[in-house]
């Protein structure tokens, strides 16, 4: 029955769910989220606005606002949002966990499988076909970034200094995400059309209604909602030591150089830089990953992104698959794959630990933050930023997918990536060629243009 007027909301509006059944939704959102952050916001706004009408639409758009400002992946951040709304603290832990441990517990399981089964000549063919398929994807997501953010000639002229920076210079992301944050805030101040953020609408003509949570809020039922000094000290209190202190430990028992230190380290150090998405971060996993601290080989970071675009979940579970080939290479005393399983829980305790405690201390202060003007426009430039970042992603996954050999040419304070064209596999090229095709003129999804890459590489070994 439609919520037709305002009035008439708090007699048709659905009976607040108990955490029980809360569980269940969480569950079911958490197995089925596929197709990286816009189908996993779509799939909530579906289950949670449409469907069960926990949340009203611009209440909705408002918390994905918040959490677009944030590190992370956004859409669990939301949903520990929308959790943490209903039932305090323990609903934000139960949104935020189901959302990520169907996937997890699937990419752990093929990261045992790769490391197990990797050289058998039906899986490397198989992972063949992948590679050319994540490089289709990666070009795409560029794309549709790009459309998002490249509203006009400053945004552009950002994109192309980060894309040159990373790429010739070799600038590590984090401080390319500084920069392009820090010249959206003064670009503010001079030119504030320029760097004017644009938000998420709702639909045209759509009907408006109260939500459960409206609801709540009207009764007066979420003191916890309520920004508070002493709150906020406790969320510190009790939140930082959860996320920092096993890697603080790590470091005082194994030193600083172990893989153990190195990895805490590295992905605490991910979830505070994580701006604009996944692939923005994986240029930067990319290049310090495999180029700097030598955990894999350009092809296993492709292969890695591969399975991750084939699970439920945040895409940036990829980084759980690096977490487990560098524990599973430098595993000590213990067993290898035992070694990899912690590694894998290390790096999602990192990089996850940050997302509840952005929650749990911001959310009350979303407001203040949502009318900062300035703050947009900072994250304006640094979506801009991120499309030169993705596209020298999508480039060095290029030039190893479809060239077997790659030389970096240091000339004049430059080190860009080149190919040795003599190496160029046409099978990977003509693969790469049909998998773009395949999801940029003809439209067909991710997981169908996996499948037949999948296949066709079988067919081309």
Not at 300 to 308: K, P
Not at 406 to 425: I, N, Q, T
Not at 444 to 461: E, H, K, R, Y
Request: aromatic share 10%; net charge positive; with cysteine.
């Amino acid at each position: 029955m439609p919520l037709a007027t305002s009035s008439e909301t708090a007699i048709t509006a659905p009976s607040v769910p108990t955490l029980a059944q809360a569980v269940k939704v969480w569950a079911r959102i958490g197995c089925l989220s596929f197709g990286g952050p816009a189908g996993q916001i779509a799939l909530m706004h579906k289950e949670l606005v449409d469907d069960r009408r926990w949340i009203g639409e611009q209440r909705f758009l408002h918390a994905l606002n918040y959490c677009m400002l944030l590190p992370g992946p956004e859409a669990q951040q939301l949903a520990i949002y929308i959790g943490w709304l209903m039932h305090r603290t323990i609903g934000g832990l139960v949104a935020g966990l189901l959302f990520i441990v169907p996937g997890a517990l699937v990419m752990l399981g093929l990261s045992l499988l790769y490391v197990s089964y990797r050289h058998v000549p039906l899986v490397d063919a198989v992972f063949f076909g992948v590679k050319a398929a994540v490089l289709a994807v990666v070009v795409e997501a560029g794309l549709r970034i790009s459309r998002r953010a490249l509203k006009n000639r400053a945004m552009v002229v950002i994109a192309i200094a980060a894309f040159i920076g990373i790429y010739l210079f070799k600038i590590p992301f984090p401080v390319i995400i500084l920069a392009a944050g820090l010249v959206g805030w003064l670009g503010h101040r001079h030119a504030p059309t320029t760097f004017a953020g644009g938000g998420h609408g709702g639909k045209p003509g759509a009907p408006e209604f109260k939500g459960i949570v409206d609801l709540m809020f009207e009764r007066g039922e979420l003191d916890h909602a309520r920004p508070s000094t002493s709150k906020a000290f406790k969320i510190c209190a009790i939140w930082l030591p959860l996320w920092l202190a096993p890697v603080v430990m790590l470091w005082l028992l194994t030193g600083r150089t172990s893989v153990w230190t190195q990895v805490g380290g590295f992905f605490s150090t991910m979830a505070v830089v994580t701006f604009g998405g996944a692939y923005a971060v994986l240029a930067y996993v990319a290049q310090a990953a495999v180029e700097t601290l030598g955990w894999l080989a350009p092809g296993e970071m492709i292969d890695g992104l591969g399975l991750a675009e084939t699970t439920p979940g945040p895409l940036i579970l990829v980084l759980q698959f690096v977490g487990f080939l560098a524990a599973y290479r430098a595993p000590g005393g213990l067993d290898p794959l035992l070694a990899g399983g912690l590694g894998a829980f290390l790096t999602l305790w990192v990089t996850f630990t940050p997302c509840f405690f952005w929650i749990f201390l911001g959310a009350p202060y979303v407001e203040a933050l949502r009318g900062n003007r300035a703050l947009s426009a900072a994250l304006t430039a640094i979506t801009a930023a991120v499309v030169g970042v993705v596209m020298n992603l999508a480039l060095w996954f290029a030039l190893h997918v479809i060239f077997r050999e790659v030389r970096s040419l240091e000339f004049l304070g430059l080190a860009p990536d080149l190919p040795v064209l003599s190496s160029l596999d046409w099978r990977a090229a003509v693969l790469s060629a049909a998998a773009m095709m395949a999801m940029l003129r003809f439209k067909i999804g991710m997981i169908p243009t996996l499948a037949a890459a999948s296949l066709a590489g079988v067919m081309f070994a």
